[in-house]
Structure formats: structure tokens, C-alpha cells
């Protein structure tokens, strides 16, 4: 029996999505070259039993993002609620689209955590756009599930999860349909700190505890030498090479999990790399624009 909630990935890439501005690495002139080489902001679309449309974390490519979230691509879904995980500008730049000048939608309801939703509320943009009734923004409250819109079909839960909190707090999403869990996870300091905030030994337990089926996680780096000459304390996010280590291969047990929000230096961005295959041999995967999952 199908449940009539479809989750799709609509981007995979970190903040500043691929090409990067002002990056002339290879990747990102690559991705200047051909178009289907381009990775869009991490965002998620979910399509309710009863027809309607959500996103999570709005980007700059949202464009692009409603219209593949469509069967053939070509057809223009308009969500009717979004939910947002934290206030880095790769998860909210999107969010003018929906004022005046742009799309110009009445009463969209916009999920935050309470300090997230007293930043959007008093900031002059989003502020303005809450006074013309193009958004509405709901405070909603850790660990407590809540239907974005009345017989959806599904159930969403913010998670609090240590991260740079110079702006408002952090979020992990639960998506919880009639058959299936997901955790999206696109943003964490460290799974250390994360760990420890949950009193879990490691990540099997963690995600065990939330009862998930399916883990989007935070796979920005794959390893610091990326990044030469940065102190690796100062870089807010697990690489995959860690978060590999610390799982090892696969059990038949285990959620399936996959990796996303990968920045532009990350190897794994290459279909043919090393890197990729380290992941799928221990039975991970890489998130891919399009994937679809029936929650
Ligand atoms: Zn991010
Ligand atoms: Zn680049
Ligand atoms: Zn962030």
C-alpha cells in the first residue's frame, strides 16, 4: 500500500552550491561550462497524501528547484509551507522570492525554531513580508511534532543540534510519514558535541533512538586536506571520512545513509572518485538531486 507522501531531494550542495561564487577550481568552472554539471543548495520537497507541497530550507536556486521537483520538469509546483533548519545563508536566501517583487504568495507558512522566528521577524526584509502577508512564521518547539498543513499526511519534529549558533539555534528535521522516518541533518559542529548532547556512545545509537529509516546527513568535507593550512578546530562540520570511520560498513540492521550539503572542494562531487567508491563499498550513498523516497 502506498502512502501518498513523497520526499524528494531538490539540492545536495553546501550553502554556497556549485559553481561557487567567485571559485575558478575545476569543479565550479566545470559547472560554469555545463549546466547539468551545476549542484544546487541542500532542499528538500514533500509532497503530501492530499496533493500538497512543502520545501525545507529555501535557496538561492529555488527557481530551479520548484520546477524539477515536478514529474516531467516541467510544470511549476508552488509550496504551500517551507520549514527551515537554521539561518545560514544558504538555507534561507531563497526566502525573498516569495515577497512582492517575485512570486508575491499570500499567507505561506514559514516552521522555525522560536529565536530563528525572532531574527526572520525583526529582520527589515522578512519583516516586510510578514507586514504584506506574503509569509507567516510559526515558532515551533523542540522535540514536539507538529502537520505542516491539516491531513498532510506526515509529521515534522525539529531536533536541536550544536552548531555555529551565531545566528538563532539549530535544527535536524524528522519526517515522519505512516512508513517511514528520515532525519535530515544537513548542518552539525561535530558528531562528538552531538552525541554528547544526546547521551548517545555513537551514531547507530543515535539514530536508533530516533527510530529512522533514512539519514541525510552532513557530508560537507570529505577530509580537512580540502582545506590546507585551516586549524580543523575551527572547521564546524564532521568530514565523511570520520563519520565513515566511525560507522564502518553497512549492517543489515542499520538505516540506510546518505551524504549531502558536500561543498565544492568536495572529491565526492566527481561521479569517478576514490572517495565515492569508499562510501558505497561500506554500503552508503551520495544524496542525488531527484531522489525520491515514499514515506
Ligand atoms: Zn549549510
Ligand atoms: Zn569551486
Ligand atoms: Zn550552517
Redesign the pocket.
Known amino acids: 500500500m502506498t502512502s501518498g507522501v513523497i520526499v524528494t531531494i531538490l539540492g545536495t550542495a553546501?550553502?554556497g552550491g556549485i559553481p561557487q561564487a567567485g571559485c575558478s577550481c575545476n569543479r565550479c568552472k566545470d559547472a560554469h561550462n555545463d549546466l547539468k554539471m551545476r549542484k544546487f543548495?541542500?532542499s528538500l520537497g514533500i509532497q503530501g497524501n492530499d496533493g500538497s507541497k512543502h520545501i525545507i530550507e529555501v535557496t538561492k536556486n529555488l527557481s530551479e528547484q520548484l520546477m524539477f521537483w515536478t514529474p516531467e520538469h516541467n510544470d511549476i509546483f508552488i509550496p504551500e509551507t517551507v520549514s527551515v533548519t537554521?539561518l545560514?545563508l544558504?538555507?534561507i536566501e531563497g526566502m525573498g522570492q516569495f515577497g512582492k517583487p517575485v512570486m508575491g504568495l499570500k499567507d505561506l507558512d514559514v516552521y522555525l525554531t522560536q529565536s530563528n522566528k525572532d531574527i526572520i521577524d525583526n529582520r527589515s526584509d522578512t519583516k516586510l513580508m510578514i507586514e504584506e502577508g506574503n509569509i507567516i512564521t510559526h515558532s515551533v518547539e523542540f522535540g514536539k511534532s507538529f502537520e505542516p498543513k491539516e491531513g498532510c499526511g506526515f509529521s515534522l519534529e525539529f531536533i536541536p543540534i550544536p552548531h555555529r549558533s551565531e545566528l538563532g539555534d539549530t535544527a535536524g528535521i524528522l519526517i515522519k510519514g505512516k512508513k517511514r522516518k528520515i532525519l535530515f541533518l544537513?548542518?552539525q559542529d561535530s558528531w562528538n558535541e552531538t552525541l554528547n548532547y544526546y547521551s548517545k556512545k555513537n551514531i547507530r545509537e543515535f539514530l536508533k533512538m530516533l527510530e529512522i529509516d533514512e539519514a541525510f546527513v552532513d557530508g560537507?568535507f570529505w577530509s580537512m586536506d580540502e582545506l590546507p593550512g585551516r586549524d580543523i578546530k575551527k572547521i564546524p562540520h564532521p568530514t565523511i571520512e570520520e563519520t565513515i570511520e566511525r560507522l564502518g560498513a553497512k549492517r543489515n540492521e542499520d538505516p540506510n545513509i546518505s551524504f549531502l550539503?558536500l561543498n565544492h572542494s568536495n572529491p565526492v562531487n566527481d561521479i569517478d572518485s576514490a572517495q565515492r567508491k569508499i562510501i558505497e563499498n561500506n554500503g552508503w550513498k551520495i544524496s542525488k538531486r531527484g531522489d525520491e523516497f515514499e514515506i
Do not use: A, F
Request: hydrophobic share 10%; glycine share 8%; charged share 15%.
Open positions: 553546501q550553502d543548495p541542500v537554521h545560514h544558504g538555507h544537513p548542518d560537507t550539503h
